[in-house]
């Protein structure tokens, strides 16, 4: 039912979330154990998140007649100077990926294939929201500043947001 190449996208997209999932899961980790218990709860909620993506699109190939291909993932970094550094590069990450949503979406459109463009309508909405919350955190860490106690504050406000995120995901549809 889809064509040689959306499935192929599609595949690229499946390592793309998984690659997602382990950066996640590395900055998680690496923030468990400098005790940053606020970041590390934030990052492993995503790294999660970022898992369930993965596995819906794989579940929608596999539905849609395409066979979809488990991918082997990049080994993430290991290391990061600080939290500051983990919420940029988390940030620009999750605009890369919007992108490449945003190229499976056109390619849905030129080929008029009505199933994936509005299965993608989700991802679409999905980025956007993970966009701006990455943008909040970029812009709460602008405020809280560089002071003796900003690591202290900037972790308050990711465990803060990771409660709303645990919140907002247990009242919507989740990924299949
Ligand atoms: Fe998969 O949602 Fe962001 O990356």
Avoid at 32 to 57: L, P, Q, S
Avoid at 61 to 79: D, L
Wanted: aromatic residues 8%; glycine residues 4%; negative net charge.
């Amino acid at each position: 039912m889809i064509s040689d190449k959306i499935e192929k996208a599609l595949n690229k997209q499946i390592a793309v979330e998984a690659n997602a999932a382990f950066t996640y899961l590395s900055m998680a980790s690496w923030a468990d154990n400098h005790g940053i218990e606020g970041a590390a709860a934030f990052f492993y909620t995503h790294a999660a998140e970022e898992h369930a993506h993965m596995m819906k699109i794989v579940h929608f190939v596999n539905e849609v007649g395409g066979k979809a291909v488990i991918p082997s993932v990049p080994q993430p970094a290991e290391t990061y100077e600080n939290i500051t550094e983990i919420c940029k590069k988390a940030y620009k990450h999750e605009q890369q990926v919007s992108k490449s949503i945003h190229a499976i979406v056109e390619l849905a459109q030129q080929e008029n294939d009505h199933v994936v463009d509005e299965f993608l309508r989700w991802f679409v909405a999905e980025q956007k929201e993970e966009e701006v919350l990455f943008m909040r955190v970029m812009d709460k860490i602008k405020i809280i500043g560089e002071g003796g106690q900003s690591l202290y504050y900037i972790d308050k406000e990711l465990n803060a947001m990771n409660a709303a995120a645990v919140a907002a995901a247990a009242a919507k549809p989740t990924a299949n």
